[in-house]
């Protein structure tokens, strides 16, 4: 008996056993792609046509570099080359980490990416010495040995741009620091320098130092975003612009705050993470990511990505550093990219946040 209580016979089996080996595919065929089925993007990323002058390093890069802060601590090793994969597949090209970075494991990390992905020619590297362990300060024998040690963990020959930390060290003068970085770049250890805690005062004479034969500052990090503007606004600003330095600012998003996936103390442990987002949870925090919130459900866009058009609307501003957790948040924070915020969105955001 056959389904439905319908009988065969074997004079039914013929035609069928036909029928199965005509329409029959054998394992090395693959049916036909449906009409209405994507169209699978090959080449290229989009992202890839988009890149930024880095100043006057000579560089240009994806307009948003992905930070390894998170690297080594809050995200493991097969976790952060996931995420350093789906932000080059993107179009991304500029990484950015510290030998202060979980005592050099984020180097470690991202040196192991680019050597096993063979991406090191590809990708613009920046690294920030001086504050770590083994090597502290901007002295000329530990500035020099850190960047040894950096260049161990990258697997690489190489820094494209060494940040210069400057609060790590208050005692050595800064001509004896860029006399130490002349011979890097020299050696062709580094490429181009960049500034880090410095202040405007001292990016003056760095650049009288300039006219008299010592590297250039050329690229600039500071903590800056919505929420945290008195760091860069004012005198660092002005300097900054006259000079013609490329700001790339760090803590776009406040420690993760302006990304909205934290909004409840309740949720807050008793980590330093977790301190640094309570910190941000107050009512001008609240009322700033309420706006963020309204112009991303405007524009179709997660509210970190707007936190990261208004720092690429802010004069100078190339490329903020984010530092990302999981590949869903490169999802979130490359749309950044292409937001393109009206005069009524900043001052909404202005107001917010004053």
Same mark, same amino acid.
Not at 153 to 164: A, P
């Given at each position: 008996?056959? #389904? @439905?209580?319908? /009988?065969?016979?074997? *004079?039914? =089996?013929?035609?069928?056993?036909? !029928? ?11 049916? $036909? ?6 169209? %699978? ?11 930024? %002058?880095?100043?006057?390093?000579? @560089? ?7 930070? /390894? $802060?998170? #690297? ?21 090209? $500029? ?10 494991? *984020? ?13 090191? =020619? ?13 090597? %502290?300060? !901007? ?16 697997? &690489? ?7 210069? +930390?400057? &609060?790590?060290?208050?005692? &050595? ?22 500034? @880090? ?20 500052? &050329?690229?600039?990090?500071? %903590? ?8 860069? =606004? /004012? ?21 993760? @705050? ?7 103390? *309740? ?6 993470? /977790? ?49 990302? #957790?999981?590949?869903?948040?490169? =999802? ?21 946040? +004053?």
């Amino acid at each position: 008996m056959g #389904f @439905f209580g319908v /009988g065969t016979s074997a *004079s039914d =089996d013929a035609p069928r056993a036909a !029928l199965a080996t005509a329409t029959a595919t054998t394992p090395s065929e693959s049916p $036909a792609a449906h009409p209405s089925a994507p169209i %699978p993007v090959q080449g290229p990323a989009i992202g890839a046509a988009v890149r930024e %002058p880095l100043g006057e390093t000579g @560089f240009r890069v994806f307009p948003l570099i992905l930070g /390894g $802060a998170e #690297f080594g601590w809050h995200v493991d090793l097969a976790a952060a080359h996931a995420i350093l994969d789906a932000y080059a597949e993107r179009g991304g090209n $500029a990484v950015h980490t510290s030998d202060a970075y979980s005592s050099g494991r *984020s180097e470690h990390i991202i040196g192991q990416w680019m050597h096993s992905r063979g991406h090191r =020619d590809d990708v613009v590297l920046g690294v920030r010495v001086g504050g770590g362990a083994e090597h %502290p300060g !901007l002295g000329s024998v530990n500035l020099v040995r850190a960047v040894e040690a950096s260049l161990t963990r990258l697997q &690489t020959d190489r820094i494209d741009v060494l940040y210069l +930390d400057a &609060t790590a060290d208050s005692q &050595t003068a800064l001509e004896d620091t860029l006399a130490t970085a002349d011979w890097l770049v020299g050696a062709g250890k580094v490429r181009a320098l960049g500034a @880090f805690g410095h202040t405007a005062a001292q990016l003056v004479e760095s650049r009288i130092l300039a006219s008299a034969g010592y590297p250039r500052l &050329t690229v600039l990090d500071v %903590p800056y975003n919505v929420l945290r503007r008195k760091d860069f =606004d /004012g005198d660092l600003r002005l300097v900054a612009g006259a000079q013609g330095i490329a700001v790339t600012p760090s803590q776009a998003l406040e420690h993760g @705050f302006l990304s909205g996936a934290h909004r409840s103390r *309740s949720q807050m442990g008793q980590s330093v993470r /977790g301190a640094q987002l309570a910190a941000a949870m107050n009512r001008r925090g609240t009322r700033t990511l309420r706006v963020l919130d309204a112009i991303g459900a405007e524009l179709s866009v997660p509210p970190a990505a707007v936190a990261i058009g208004w720092l690429r609307a802010q004069r100078g501003v190339v490329a903020p550093i984010v530092n990302a #957790f999981a590949v869903s948040h490169v =999802d979130e924070l490359v749309q950044g990219v292409g937001v393109r915020l009206g005069r009524s969105h900043l001052a909404d955001i202005a107001r917010a946040a +004053d």
